[in-house]
């Protein structure tokens, strides 16, 4: 697969299509959809493009992240009448082009991948809960057509339709993933549990429609930038940023970092743009969400038919 960022058919899309982000999403593909991009040796490279994609199509796009908030809402998963929905926390549209080739491949299943923004920002899964399910948690929401799995066991599942499943995976180890002293590799295997845990869902499911999909993406910092920040930015990112958004505060450090197009306001959030990241005690956190860039908000959407020709 070629190094450039994008070729003829997809400058074409970003330039022409109906919305920059089909366009962004074909790009994402021509990065994502190599089935190394996810391994040890590929992670870092694969990072870094997606990063310098964006900082690129930020300062070629000025409304980028406007549009992209303007987009947030209306989610699939709120509109399927029958079959299952699958929420998979953080699972990217990294993981998503790996999916969908790899389940056509594997199965005699219909699999197809589209994309959907988040449902609201911050990219965190408390508020994106609240919209779908009413409870400030996966864990805590009640209902006859909802299960919720925290680890790899996949239980007995509602039965009706719609049922809805989420899933803590793969955001409960991501959350250490490529921390401290972590190998590249965990990421390629926490790849694969994800997609036996979602193979096993769709096995225990009495449905052969499953619409898969996530509240939100994340962002990975492994290895170098093209985002910088001066020493003064970084100070003020420190001060007032544990993550990627924080509640609505005054003070020079929120103008100084809003002046620097590093954070926007959204609602009563300020969220980190792009993929800036500063220097924080301890062992640093590399996979994080809760801010505003492409991977973060930009959800995979895979629409699976376990019976594509009617047969058994």
């Not at 996810?38 to 199509?57: G, I, K, N």
């Not at 009640?142 to 919720?148: A, I, N």
């Not at 409960?172 to 990421?187: F, H, I, M, P, T």
Request: proline residues 5%; charged residues 25%.
């Amino acid at each position: 697969m070629s190094n450039a960022l994008y070729g003829t058919s997809e400058l074409e899309t970003l330039l022409t299509g109906d919305s920059v982000f089909d366009g962004v999403f074909e790009t994402l593909r021509r990065i994502w959809g190599d089935p190394a991009a996810l391994s040890d040796r590929e992670l870092a490279h694969s990072e870094y493009r997606t990063r310098l994609l964006e900082r690129e199509l930020a300062e070629l796009y000025p409304p980028l992240y406007d549009e992209l908030i303007a987009a947030t809402g209306d989610h699939p998963l709120t509109q399927i009448e029958d079959g299952t929905g699958v929420i998979m926390d953080a699972l990217s549209l990294r993981e998503g082009f790996r999916l969908e080739q790899e389940l056509a491949d594997e199965y005699d299943w219909e699999v197809s991948l589209s994309w959907a923004p988040i449902e609201r920002l911050p990219s965190e899964t408390q508020f994106i809960t609240r919209e779908w399910f009413d409870a400030h948690s996966p864990s805590a929401v009640s209902r006859d057509d909802f299960r919720f799995i925290g680890e790899m066991e996949v239980p007995k599942l509602p039965g009706t339709s719609p049922e809805y499943v989420w899933t803590r995976h793969p955001d409960q180890r991501l959350e250490g993933a490529l921390k401290g002293n972590y190998s590249n590799e965990e990421v390629e295997g926490i790849y694969e549990d994800v997609k036996t845990l979602l193979t096993d869902i769709i096995h225990e499911s009495i449905h052969d429609e499953f619409l898969v999909t996530s509240d939100h993406g994340y962002v990975n910092h492994l290895g170098n930038s093209p985002y910088s920040v001066t020493d003064e930015q970084e100070e003020a990112l420190s001060s007032k940023f544990s993550g990627r958004f924080t509640e609505v505060g005054n003070g020079q450090a929120y103008q100084l970092l809003e002046d620097a197009d590093i954070l926007k306001r959204v609602g009563d959030y300020y969220v980190i743009r792009g993929h800036y990241t500063w220097t924080k005690r301890g062992a640093t956190k590399k996979i994080m969400h809760g801010g505003l860039s492409l991977p973060e908000c930009m959800t995979p959407v895979l629409r699976i038919n376990t019976t594509p020709t009617g047969g058994a």
